[in-house]
């Protein structure tokens, strides 16, 4: 394994990277993204990422949030982790998907319509499983929290049916 990425899964499992990352890494990510019209998501060096439009749990108003995404090769579909840097609460992002599953998300370069289930089970353990493999530091953020990090699967929809 490369000695960055070695050095960036022990950075990110520290407590000053959960306190400081949530305000830094999604504001530049999401100016970046804009700016290169979705071409550019500096987050995604490390990790394979996308940015989320999902509809407001409460207000109905599209969210723009970049994300860390573990891409499922063999459905086409992406899981999305739902760790806020290990802080106590649930991301956002995570209740406007529970009340609002359509979604679309930028995924590089462009723009794909989005169906969310949140994972529950068997399949939950084994994507958990799969996304520990994928990014050990989400281990951590578990064991500092209370709650169950939810884990959600995204899947292509196809937009004329939905309509």
């Known amino acids: 394994m490369r000695t960055g990425i070695r050095m960036v899964r022990k950075i990110s499992s ?3 990277f959960t306190r400081l990352a949530p305000h830094v890494i999604p504001a530049l990510d999401r100016a970046v993204h804009r700016i290169t019209r979705g071409k ?3 987050s995604a ?3 394979p990422g996308l940015v989320l439009t999902a ?3 409460r207000t ?3 969210r723009r949030t970049p994300l860390a995404c573990m891409p499922e090769e063999a459905t086409g579909g992406w899981i999305l982790v739902g760790s806020n840097f290990g802080r106590p609460g649930h991301p956002a992002w995570t209740g406007n998907l529970l009340a609002h599953p359509e979604a679309e998300i930028s995924w ?3 723009d794909v319509p989005v169906r969310a289930e949140l994972l529950t089970g068997e399949e939950r353990a084994a994507a958990w499983g799969a996304a520990l493999a ?3 530091p989400y281990a951590t953020y578990q064991a500092r929290i ?3 990090i939810r884990l959600f699967r995204l899947t292509r929809r196809n937009t004329e049916a939905d309509d």
Do not use: H
Request: proline share 12%.
């Open 14 to 16: 520290t407590r000053a």
């Open 40 to 42: 550019v998501l500096p």
């Open 45 to 47: 060096r490390m990790l």
């Open 55 to 57: 509809r407001g749990a």
């Open 60 to 62: 109905g108003l599209p």
């Open 108 to 110: 590089r370069g462009g």
């Open 134 to 136: 994928f990014w050990p």
């Open 146 to 148: 209370d709650r169950e």
